[in-house]
């Protein structure tokens, strides 16, 4: 089989049909000669035979007449009368002789020497005998009767027997030889079956073994092509020969090899913070859910950490990202080397926040373990000769005494490292007690998880106005919390918590489809209004944020030119490469770009033109004291016109009067947006203050055309 499989198929077909040819024309061949034989042999026996029949019977036919001559010698008295008796007893005797002398020199004749012998001695004594009884008939008729009945006759019948003898011998060796042919014919019907049954059985052997060295491979490389389908990518391979399906089972292999090394690169990826190394926040959730299922089933405890470096955004903003990447980097190797098990899974959630599962160990060593990640970072981290000093916050929380369940589980310590982080305490195990005391109970992180499922966040719009017509023709998305009991909660309450924890996330993806979808349905009513969406800095970082609009826009079929994103600059500072990256896929997708809230962060107008944004918001700050404070003037003023250079829109936040509104048409701003316009409104407040303005609008626009 092994030599079979490193046989080619073609090569394997042809000599298995070669072969089977090959014995079926040597067979055709073989029944010729064997056929051509037996018709000889018959033929030449045949003629053998009549040869000899009819010698032997010329023979005694001649010497027969001889006698009845010599009978006739008896009868004719006179001499006179004999005497042309004596030429028909010689041409008799000669035809006798001839025959004799042919018989003799027949080609047989040696086989039938004695018969030959006697016919030759009786006929001598024939001829003796004959020739005394002519002689005794001339000299007396009646003396020579006695002799040529004694002596004549018996020897011509000796003679005539002595024929037949030969004739009969003849004939038994004719059978013999007949018997021979039979034999023959029965020898070569049988070697003709023979080589038939061989010519079959080879033909059925080729075929069966053909049929298995290429039906069995084929089988396995089916199997293994379907394993490979099913993600079995260890599955023993088939032996392979050098032949084609040899060749089929390596090009699956070097297949499997390729599928295999480009999952691990995929799982790397997936898995796999790209800083680091450490695991990413996919599969840390991954193995906390896994693990809190062994710990159920067999009831030991688990803990988890939350572990958040402390003004990290400083160092990045002064120091610069690639520090910035360093230093974590540094961090990450130092929280490695505090002695986890193998058991532990240390990961990277986003920016510089950590989180590690510890899948047996309870509060106590929770504790522990977070001492010594605290104690790993006391060392200043030396970085292009600073030595930079780093702290963490770390939050415990604990299965099964503080949740039961991975979200409530993580959303404590989320809550505990907050607290930490507030108190500069280094880190704080959760207690039921803290959901009461931070931030006058509005932090609770489970409350806020519970505003999103409830539909407790609500939405208000406050219109931004172009200058100097003064219409509406975009507005600010803003959230609020309307909360059961509090009542409405501004949004500065409980967005830093939400940024803090992480929970910005589920708020960001809300809104976004909440504001898209009000956008869509003015859009059929014919308003083509667009909507300013607020994007936070862990949105930009923490998760896909260009996926997620699109798959926003793409549900709520909403034209892409008509949702604006606002970024503050701290959040693009804080993170450019990766920053500059999702601005870039979001430009590409058409939706527009703002930078929110100018002037408060470090970045330079400079910096920021390389952004691939549309519009610029001055911060409110300077414009509610245009009128009274000549540096913010200034400021506004020149952000203006440097914008305007970059090509960029300019909108001016919190215009409380009039007074600053003619300021700014006279800078040339283009739009405006306070609560001398309108203040962030509920929808249904909105559509009625939309309604007048446009109706407002178009009248100011009729009495201009007037
Ligand atoms: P922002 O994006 O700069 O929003 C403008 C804020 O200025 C709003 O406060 C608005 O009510 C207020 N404002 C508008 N006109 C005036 C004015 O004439 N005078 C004064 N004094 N204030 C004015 P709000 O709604 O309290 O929002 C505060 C901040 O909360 C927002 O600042 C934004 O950073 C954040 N925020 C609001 N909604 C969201 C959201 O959906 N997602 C995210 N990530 N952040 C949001
Ligand atoms: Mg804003
Ligand atoms: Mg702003």
């Not at 023979?59 to 028909?88: D, N, S, T």
């Not at 310590?413 to 109970?441: N, P």
């Not at 609770?444 to 407790?456: C, F």
């Not at 693009?572 to 500059?580: F, H, K, S, T, V």
């Amino acid at each position: 089989m092994r030599f079979l499989s490193n046989t080619r198929i073609a090569t394997r077909l042809s000599l298995a049909f070669g072969a089977v040819l090959a014995t079926m024309g040597f067979m055709i061949l073989f029944s010729l000669g064997q056929i051509e034989n037996t018709t000889g042999s018959s033929q030449r026996l045949a003629t053998a035979s009549l040869n000899m029949v009819t010698l032997a019977r010329d023979a005694q036919a001649a010497a027969q007449a001889g006698a009845v001559h010599l009978h006739e010698l008896f009868i004719l008295p006179a001499q006179a009368q004999r005497i042309p008796v004596y030429p028909l007893i010689d041409a008799q005797a000669r035809k006798r002789e001839a025959a004799i002398a042919a018989l003799l020199a027949s080609e047989d004749a040696a086989y039938y020497r004695s018969q030959l012998d006697s016919v030759v001695h009786y006929r001598d004594r024939y001829v003796e005998a004959f020739d005394a009884t002519v002689e005794a008939v001339e000299l007396n008729a009646d003396q020579a009767r006695a002799p040529m009945i004694e002596r004549t006759m018996p020897a011509l019948e000796n003679m005539l027997a002595a024929l037949d003898a030969l004739v009969t011998a003849q004939s038994e060796r004719a059978d013999q030889k007949l018997l021979g042919i039979n034999t023959l014919k029965a020898q070569s019907r049988n070697a003709i079956l023979s080589l038939g049954g061989v010519a079959v059985l080879l033909a059925c052997l080729s075929a069966l073994t053909i049929t298995r060295s290429i039906a069995r491979p084929l089988a396995q490389t089916e199997k293994l092509a379907r394993d490979i389908a099913a993600g079995e990518l260890c599955s023993t391979l088939p032996p392979a020969g050098k032949d084609e399906v040899g060749g089929l089972i390596r090009a699956l292999d070097d297949m499997r090899h390729g599928i295999a090394a480009r999952e691990t690169r995929i799982a790397d990826l997936a898995y796999k913070d790209g800083l680091t190394g450490l695991p990413n926040r996919t599969l840390f959730i991954d193995r906390l859910q896994q693990a809190l299922e062994v710990a159920r089933r067999n009831a030991h405890p688990l803990s988890l950490l939350v572990l958040d470096i402390d003004r990290f955004k400083t160092v990045n903003d002064v120091l610069g990202h690639p520090v910035g990447d360093r230093l974590l980097m540094q961090i990450a190797q130092r929280l490695q080397s505090v002695g986890l098990s193998d058991s532990d899974l240390l990961a990277r959630i986003s920016g510089d926040e950590f989180r590690l599962l510890l899948p047996t160990q309870d509060v106590d060593q929770a504790v522990q373990v977070a001492r010594r990640l605290i104690g790993a970072l006391h060392q200043p981290i030396e970085l292009d000769g600073h030595a930079i000093d780093v702290s963490a916050s770390v939050g415990i929380s604990s299965f099964p005494a503080h949740g039961e369940s991975a979200d409530v589980l993580m959303s404590r310590a989320d809550l505990a490292m907050y607290v930490a982080k507030q108190g500069g305490d280094g880190f704080v195990c959760f207690d039921s007690m803290l959901e009461r005391s931070t931030d006058q109970g509005l932090s609770l992180l489970s409350d806020l998880r519970r505003a999103v499922e409830r539909d407790e966040l609500t939405l208000h719009f406050q219109p931004k106005i172009k200058l100097p017509g003064r219409t509406c023709e975009s507005v600010e998305v803003l959230v609020r919390w309307q909360h059961p009991t509090r009542g409405m909660i501004p949004p500065d309450q409980f967005i830093p918590f939400a940024e803090e924890t992480g929970f910005i996330r589920n708020i960001t993806c809300w809104v976004l489809e909440r504001a898209c979808s009000v956008a869509a349905a003015w859009a059929l009513d014919g308003r083509s209004l667009g909507i300013n969406v607020n994007v936070s800095t862990r949105d930009l970082v923490s998760m896909d944020l260009p996926s997620v609009v699109a798959g926003v826009l793409a549900r709520q079929e909403l034209n892409p030119a008509l949702l604006c994103l606002e970024i503050t600059e701290s959040a693009i500072m804080g993170d450019p490469a990766l920053a500059l990256a999702s601005l870039s896929r979001l430009n590409e997708m058409g939706v527009r770009l703002s930078i929110d809230d100018f002037g408060t962060g470090y970045s330079s107008l400079a910096y920021l033109k390389k952004l691939p944004v549309q519009e610029l918001k001055i911060d409110r700050s300077f414009v509610m004291n245009l009128d009274r404070d000549s540096g913010d003037a200034m400021i506004v003023r020149s952000t203006i016109e440097l914008a305007h250079n970059f090509g960029l829109k300019v909108v001016a936040e919190g215009v409380e009067n009039e007074h600053i509104c003619q300021t700014l048409i006279r800078l040339g701003c283009d739009e405006a947006q306070g609560y001398h316009f309108g203040r962030p409104m509920p929808a249904d407040e909105f559509e009625v203050w939309y309604r007048q303005s446009a109706t407002f609008a178009d009248a100011v626009q009729r009495v201009a055309r007037l």
